[in-house]
């Protein structure tokens, strides 16, 4: 079984650039989430999804920052324009709902912004 | 407000020892607890977990103990490999919100 796919693996850019990120999440797993992950500390939650309804997205930068899964699968997060404390670790994640806390992560794109 | 703490940013054991790696809370109405294992350049790897109604849960060398009353958690291994060299993180949750909260990760280095 595939695991959670993330692309692009690294990706530098100068400030004030988009970018974008993308995820496949495990098939069947409704629950998809996006974390972020500074240097030196644990992963800190973006956004979730059940399905394809965002059910919590109170820690997503709003002003910079969004999220889209369309038809409930594959996810796509963006930043535009990107600011130089963006540069860090972006993991994607999915779940089942009856497993409570038990995620599976991809292998997470680093951002480096110059 | 830091809910999940782990207050030891490195752990150096020798191979066969035991590891132990340990967490606090702050919020009581989180119900399971988890560990979480990572190498450098993959992402987070489920590990093990703990109910709020248990006090421990094990897993071959892997074995997880819960003091409700002193709101901390920690994590044996026995006995630890060198392949057990990572970083571990803590975590919990809320069922009914479901929104994993992590600590800041302890390194952990075993040495042959």
């Known amino acids: 079984e595939a695991g959670v796919v993330q692309s692009p693996r690294y990706k530098i850019i100068e400030k004030k650039q988009p970018v974008a990120f993308w995820c496949n999440p495990i098939s069947g797993h409704n629950t998809l989430y996006w974390y972020l992950q500074n240097l030196g500390q644990g992963p800190e939650l973006l956004i979730r999804y059940e399905n394809e309804e965002a059910v919590d997205d109170s820690q997503l930068p709003k002003d910079r920052f969004s999220a889209e899964r369309l038809k409930g699968v594959d996810s796509t997060l963006k930043i535009q324009p990107a600011e130089l404390g963006d540069s860090a670790v972006y993991l994607c994640?999915?779940?089942?709902?009856?497993?409570?806390?038990?995620?599976?992560f991809g292998e997470g794109s680093r951002l480096t912004v110059l | 407000d830091q809910q999940v703490k782990q207050n030891s940013p490195s752990l150096s054991v020798q191979e066969g020892r035991i590891s132990i790696l340990n967490c606090d809370y702050t919020n009581s109405m989180f119900d399971y607890f988890l560990w979480y294992k990572k190498y450098p350049a993959e992402g987070p790897t489920f590990l093990i977990s703990i109910s709020s109604i248990k006090d421990k849960n094990e897993d071959g060398r892997f074995t997880v103990f819960l003091n409700k009353s002193a709101k901390h958690l920690s994590l044996h291994i026995v006995p630890s490999q060198p392949g057990d060299s990572a970083v571990y993180f803590c975590?919990?949750?809320?069922?009914?919100?479901?929104?994993?909260?992590f600590g800041q990760g302890t390194t952990l280095q075993v040495k042959p």
């Open positions: 994640a999915s779940s089942l709902r009856d497993s409570p806390g038990e995620l599976f």
């Open positions: 975590a919990a949750v809320t069922s009914n919100t479901g929104k994993l909260i």
